[in-house]
């Protein structure tokens, strides 16, 4: 018996062989959409409950968010408003730092310390979220407190700083790998009309990489959106109408938490919030993704 | 240059008369250009020092309220309510026990949806909705996963909050990085390899088992390490699926209850009582050594076969 298809028998069952094998592998490939198709239905089918009983209109327009008191209110606004502080805190760190990084990676820096730098933020991303949720509160709280007195023990702030410094690495990497892509020639025609090293990468460099840049930056909001544990940790779980930082908040990621921590019994509507707050989760983050991956392809400025 | 970006739009930069000549006469400024250029190249470096120096300070953080507490002791009991004899056992078996099985689950699938698509997958509609759909899944919130579990796993198929529960939500959570790195391996065989095993005969699984897998396999197993460093550090999904329960025994089969590293961590955290925020930093010094460990095998898995090619 040999399977190199000399005689018929062997032919046959290879072709059996490769059919099963190709099936198989289909199989596989498949499980990732059972997977999105899984996330929707858990997430709809049981949010269904949970809008049968309270009203669209009331969760998306409602200013107070207590499911676990009496009298309930389902409203969201507070839950969004503690994760966009938290979204705009962490880019106001991320984004200029991040692209300022970028900028020193991919122009100024030699390429040995390039190689040597990259990998050194990468692992700001690779740390655990909970460890960040620790260094916000055993860390950065006791300075905020010591600059801020009024600083409560939770608070949106320390949570925003912690996100930031763990999606600094997202805007820049894929920031830098951007600015990388930019034909020298771009920068050499610039250099050639008299520009200095700084217009080089502001005017011409900078301009030519931004449909990258800003996939970079959407990404990097989208992943501390969903953020939960240092988020959990750090801003507490307090869901409020604020715009101030120094006050704690809860954030979407953080409620869900709460709730799972809890003994709030299954398929109750105080345990039916968590779909619905999910589904609105999910479906930010997914729109954000699909923006930043449409910005790629769309506005991706083609060389050569 | 750009097709679709000719060059008949006006440039809103033209308008731009920094450089322009004033009152008629140009005028280089080198000196005030080159200054505003060093000044912004300080401001970069003090970004990238910003980044750096966060990671340092993190570290010296956290090793220096962790250092006290660890020891084989610490390693080796159970979580207690008295801080000074409490330790992570249960938290460290755990872990073990979600590497082992998401390895098993996410790595077959992983690299069978990866050939599928590299070297199987027809180029249409569908084949464009896969690809989209697992760059998506890459980028959903790890608690919405943790919803998935808790209805699918937990509930629905009655997993109960099992050690197999909490891998297999782990393991939905990692496939799509499995994907994407084994298929970015797989991508990066040249094809004359798989023409030279066409052209002696080979079928297509025998030249992908053969030859195309092997090349591949490096590039496979670093981001599968990777993948799996994240699901270590994991929390929230698992926090979702009911996992955060006070564990003093050794979980032996994949349907005991369990606790994991992350999650004792948290609950540390989370106490009021300050001696237990060093046991938590002491957690927190076995994770990221775990992690590190880790990334390392993963780079020099990379750098060892990369010279080869």
């Known amino acids: 018996m040999n399977d190199t298809g000399f005689s018929l028998g062997a032919r046959r069952r290879l072709v059996v062989q490769e059919r099963i094998i190709g099936a198989l592998l289909f199989g596989c490939g498949v499980v990732s959409v059972l997977t999105t198709i899984g996330i929707v239905v858990v997430l709809v089918s049981q949010s269904v409950g949970f809008f049968a009983e309270v009203s669209p209109l009331e969760f998306l327009t409602g200013t107070r968010w207590s499911p676990q008191l009496v009298p309930q209110s389902f409203g969201i606004l507070p839950l969004l408003n503690g994760t966009l502080i938290i979204a705009i805190g962490s880019s106001l760190i991320a984004i200029p730092i991040g692209l300022a990084s970028a900028i020193y990676l991919s122009e100024y820096s030699k390429p040995r310390t390039r190689r040597i730098i990259k990998p050194i933020l990468e692992v700001l991303a690779g740390i655990p979220t909970v460890v960040y949720g620790y260094f916000g509160i055993m860390f950065v709280t006791p300075i905020l407190r010591t600059i801020f007195p009024q600083t409560g023990i939770f608070n949106a702030a320390s949570a925003a700083i912690v996100v930031g410094i763990m999606i600094l690495p997202m805007v820049s990497s894929l920031s830098e790998d951007a600015l990388a892509a930019v034909p020298r020639s771009l920068r050499e025609a610039a250099y050639g009309l008299g520009a200095t090293k700084f217009e080089v990468s502001t005017r011409v460099v900078t301009p030519a990489a931004l449909s990258g840049i800003v996939a970079s930056f959407i990404l990097a909001v989208s992943r501390a959106i969903g953020e939960t544990m240092a988020v959990a940790l750090a801003a507490g779980a307090t869901p409020r109408l604020t715009l101030n930082p120094l006050e704690s908040v809860q954030t979407m990621t953080a409620y869900i938490v709460q709730v799972s921590l809890g003994d709030t019994p299954y398929g109750s509507l105080e345990y039916r919030t968590i779909f619905a707050v999910g589904l609105v989760l999910f479906l930010i983050t997914l729109a954000m993704n699909l923006l930043s991956q449409r910005i790629t392809r769309r506005f991706r400025e083609v060389y050569e | ?57 993190l570290l010296i953080d956290v090793t220096r309220d962790g250092l006290g507490v660890l020891s084989l002791d610490f390693l080796t009991r159970y979580p207690s309510r008295l801080p000074a004899r409490a330790g992570i056992r249960s938290a460290i078996l755990g872990s073990l026990w979600m590497v082992l099985l998401v390895t098993v689950l996410a790595f077959p699938l992983g690299v069978g949806a990866a050939v599928y698509l590299e070297e199987y997958a027809p180029k249409n509609w569908f084949t464009r909705m896969l690809q989209t759909n697992i760059a998506n899944l890459a980028g959903v919130p790890s608690i919405v996963y943790g919803i998935l579990g808790l209805a699918v796993f937990v509930r629905f198929l009655g997993f109960g909050r099992s050690v197999l529960a909490g891998a297999a939500t782990l393991a939905l959570l990692t496939l799509p990085v499995v994907i994407i790195a084994a298929q970015e391996a797989i991508r990066a065989v040249p094809s004359s390899l798989r023409e030279a095993s066409y052209g002696l005969g080979a079928s297509r699984w025998q030249t992908i088992r053969h030859h195309v897998l092997p090349v591949a396999m490096p590039g496979i197993l670093t981001g599968t390490i990777l993948a799996l460093s994240r699901a270590i550090g994991e929390t929230a999904p698992l926090i979702m699926i009911g996992a955060l329960t006070f564990i003093a025994f050794d979980p032996v089969t994949p349907m005991d209850s369990f606790t994991v590293l992350p999650i004792q961590i948290f609950n540390w955290t989370q106490d009021a009582r300050a001696p237990f925020h060093d046991l938590a930093a002491g957690g927190i010094v076995v994770l990221l050594v775990v992690l590190l460990l880790m990334n390392a095998s993963a780079i020099l898995l990379r750098n060892k076969y990369q010279r080869k090619l």
Do not use: K, W, Y
């Not at chain 2, 970006?5 to 250009?33: C, K, W, Y």
């Open chain 2, 1 to 57: 240059m750009s097709r679709h970006h000719a060059a008949v739009r006006p440039d809103p930069r033209m308008n731009d008369t920094s450089l322009a000549p004033r009152g008629g006469r140009f005028e280089p400024r080198i000196a005030q250009r080159q200054r505003t250029g060093r000044l912004f190249r300080g401001l970069c470096l003090a970004a990238v020092a910003f980044g750096v120096v966060s990671l340092v300070v």
